[in-house]
């Protein structure tokens, strides 16, 4: 049956692994793993990468590396690439040693030129997080638009209730080319700057002009939506600020906390945690991070804003005392990413915010931190010093207005990575 592996109808290929599938592996996968033809090793590891397990995925890969690409015809360089992808899906994930290799060796590929190629390159390419992939993308994406060209005037006329809007939409049609990269690479998240980033999903407002079926828009609006989710803290708060993206719909109105507040301290907040902190309440503690206007700048769980970091995972990032700290005591320790500049600029006035672009000798800065739309754009050479804030944009004292179980519970929100059902919240 091994044999038929080999043959140049595809029809008989497909049959022999279909039937190879349903026999042990380990009868037919070392003549796989010894051959030298290249339908039989493509075809061969296709249906060994189906049927097969984890321990296989390394020689599979090994066996289709040994396949030299000038000797392939196009179709079996797109089935050659389609094969190492159904290895990666099925028998588990690459080590960094192996990713490494195989981005060596794929890389060079893209883009190959050949339309159907490329597609898959992208696919396998997100798949391994390649670093090159969005900087060699972009170009393709900035191409005129190529229609696809198919004659259905006859057909459309059979039904002019029909025919009309298909008609209308074949006149505007996507770029299935740029769509289909597009749409892949919302997964990427390694390689990008912010300027590749705004490239990307300014792409988006391209193909919103174009015109495609009933789902077509919600599919650019979910794919943007998952791109824009992957993205860094610094690409969002980019984003925002340069009129990419629209910020997060915050309510107009915030929850007042009941109180009393009082004035905090770190080591007064911590004892208090280490004391108190099961059976909390997780949608107090929600409330609480609307009401401590936490929600303006910082996202969690996919709301809020994007000028602070994303604190879904704070958890990840910090023990109960220093996230206390890190809320009580903001301007103690600021990262290079979230640092103050304050210009000053020549004609005596000073700008203070976070500078998110510099091109062309014009810096612009976003000087309001609950706000990334608000910016200022000076000239370079305008600017008379630079130099670093000691004082966080964070503001102190945002805790200050609540009661000792409010700021509890917002502390315990905070680490819970969104889980209501987290065991600070169950019962003493």
Same mark, same amino acid.
């Given at each position: 049956?091994?044999?038929?592996?080999?043959?140049? =109808?595809?029809?008989?290929?497909?049959?022999?692994?279909?039937?190879?599938?349903?026999?042990?592996?380990?009868?037919?996968?070392?003549?796989?793993?010894?051959? %030298?033809?290249?339908?039989?090793?493509?075809?061969?590891?296709?249906?060994?990468?189906?049927?097969?397990?984890?321990?296989?995925?390394?020689?599979?890969?090994?066996?289709?590396?040994?396949?030299?690409?000038?000797?392939?015809?196009?179709?079996?360089?797109?089935?050659?690439?389609?094969?190492?992808?159904?290895?990666?899906?099925?028998?588990?994930?690459? =080590?960094?040693?192996?990713?490494?290799?195989?981005?060596?060796?794929?890389?060079?590929?893209?883009?190959?030129?050949?339309?159907?190629?490329?597609?898959?390159?992208?696919?396998?390419?997100?798949?391994?997080?390649?670093?090159?992939?969005?900087?060699?993308?972009?170009?393709?994406?900035?191409?005129?638009?190529?229609? %696809?060209?198919?004659?259905?005037?006859?057909?459309?006329?059979?039904?002019?209730?029909?025919?009309?809007?298909?008609?209308?939409?074949?006149?505007?049609?996507?770029?299935?080319?740029?769509?289909?990269?597009?749409?892949?690479?919302?997964?990427?998240?390694?390689?990008?700057?912010?300027?590749?980033?705004?490239?990307?999903? *300014?792409?988006?407002?391209?193909?919103?002009?174009?015109?495609?079926?009933?789902?077509?828009?919600?599919?650019?609006?979910?794919?943007?939506?998952?791109?824009?989710?992957?993205?860094?803290?610094?690409?969002?708060?980019?984003?925002?600020?340069?009129?990419?993206?629209?910020?997060?719909?915050?309510?107009?109105?915030?929850?007042?906390?009941?109180?009393?507040?009082?004035?905090?301290?770190?080591?007064?907040?911590?004892?208090?945690?280490?004391?108190?902190?099961?059976?909390?309440?997780?949608?107090?503690? !929600?409330?609480?991070?609307?009401?401590?206007?936490?929600?303006?700048?910082?996202?969690?769980?996919?709301?809020?804003?994007?000028?602070?970091?994303?604190? %879904?995972?704070?958890?990840?990032?910090?023990?109960?005392?220093?996230?206390?700290?890190?809320?009580?005591?903001? $301007?103690?320790?600021?990262?290079?990413?979230?640092?103050?500049?304050?210009?000053?600029?020549?004609?005596?006035?000073?700008?203070?915010?976070?500078?998110?672009?510099?091109?062309?000798?014009?810096?612009?800065?976003?000087?309001?931190?609950?706000?990334?739309?608000?910016?200022?754009?000076?000239?370079?050479?305008?600017?008379?010093?630079? !130099?670093?804030?000691?004082? $966080?944009?964070?503001?102190?004292?945002?805790? =200050?207005?609540?009661?000792?179980?409010?700021?509890?519970?917002?502390?315990?929100?905070?680490?819970?990575?969104?889980?209501?059902?987290?065991?600070?919240? *169950?019962?003493?």
């Amino acid at each position: 049956m091994v044999k038929q592996l080999a043959s140049t =109808d595809r029809h008989i290929r497909y049959a022999a692994r279909v039937a190879l599938e349903r026999v042990a592996t380990s009868r037919w996968a070392p003549l796989v793993l010894k051959s %030298t033809d290249a339908n039989t090793i493509i075809t061969g590891v296709a249906g060994l990468a189906r049927a097969g397990s984890s321990e296989l995925r390394e020689p599979l890969l090994m066996q289709l590396g040994t396949l030299q690409l000038s000797a392939l015809s196009v179709q079996q360089r797109l089935e050659l690439v389609r094969a190492v992808q159904l290895v990666l899906i099925r028998l588990g994930q690459v =080590d960094d040693s192996l990713r490494d290799s195989l981005l060596g060796a794929i890389e060079p590929l893209f883009p190959s030129g050949d339309d159907m190629m490329d597609r898959e390159l992208v696919i396998l390419l997100t798949y391994l997080q390649s670093p090159t992939l969005g900087k060699k993308a972009l170009p393709l994406l900035a191409k005129e638009r190529k229609k %696809t060209e198919a004659d259905f005037a006859e057909i459309l006329q059979r039904n002019k209730g029909y025919g009309g809007p298909i008609a209308a939409m074949l006149q505007n049609q996507p770029d299935l080319q740029q769509f289909h990269m597009a749409f892949s690479m919302r997964n990427l998240k390694e390689g990008w700057n912010v300027d590749q980033r705004k490239e990307y999903f *300014q792409w988006f407002e391209k193909a919103q002009r174009w015109q495609g079926g009933n789902s077509y828009e919600k599919f650019l609006i979910n794919a943007a939506n998952d791109a824009y989710a992957l993205s860094s803290d610094q690409e969002r708060f980019v984003l925002e600020a340069l009129g990419v993206r629209k910020p997060a719909s915050l309510p107009k109105t915030l929850p007042e906390p009941k109180g009393p507040g009082k004035a905090y301290t770190t080591e007064g907040l911590a004892k208090l945690a280490s004391e108190r902190m099961k059976g909390r309440n997780f949608e107090n503690g !929600k409330k609480m991070y609307a009401a401590a206007r936490c929600v303006i700048c910082h996202r969690f769980g996919g709301d809020g804003g994007a000028t602070g970091p994303d604190l %879904t995972q704070a958890a990840g990032r910090f023990a109960v005392n220093d996230l206390i700290d890190a809320v009580i005591r903001p $301007s103690q320790v600021i990262s290079d990413q979230y640092k103050t500049m304050v210009l000053q600029m020549e004609d005596g006035t000073v700008h203070t915010g976070r500078i998110v672009n510099e091109v062309a000798g014009k810096v612009t800065m976003v000087v309001n931190p609950e706000d990334a739309t608000k910016t200022v754009t000076v000239d370079r050479q305008d600017v008379e010093q630079e !130099k670093t804030s000691a004082i $966080s944009l964070m503001p102190a004292e945002l805790m =200050d207005k609540l009661n000792e179980d409010e700021a509890l519970d917002l502390i315990a929100y905070l680490l819970s990575r969104g889980n209501p059902n987290a065991p600070m919240f *169950q019962s003493k």
